[in-house]
């Protein structure tokens, strides 16, 4: 069983989780609509994160 990442890269994210384009990535997460956190110079998005609000929003729509 393979365990998932703890955070990805933002272009991973939006492609994974939504189908989204290197450039709608990083957009959608400047307008935070991703969850980020910056490591130093990198900016990554937390799985957990991603995945709760996934779960929250799913459930209230």
Do not use: C, D, W
């Not at 492609?15 to 990198?42: D, H, Q, V």
């Amino acid at each position: 069983m393979t365990e998932l990442p703890k955070t990805m890269t933002v272009p991973e994210a939006g492609k994974e989780y939504f189908g989204l384009s290197r450039n709608a990535s990083y957009a959608a997460a400047e307008r935070g609509e991703l969850p980020t956190i910056r490591i130093g110079r990198l900016l990554r998005v937390p799985v957990r994160a991603l995945e709760e609000m996934l779960s929250v929003k799913g459930s209230a729509a």
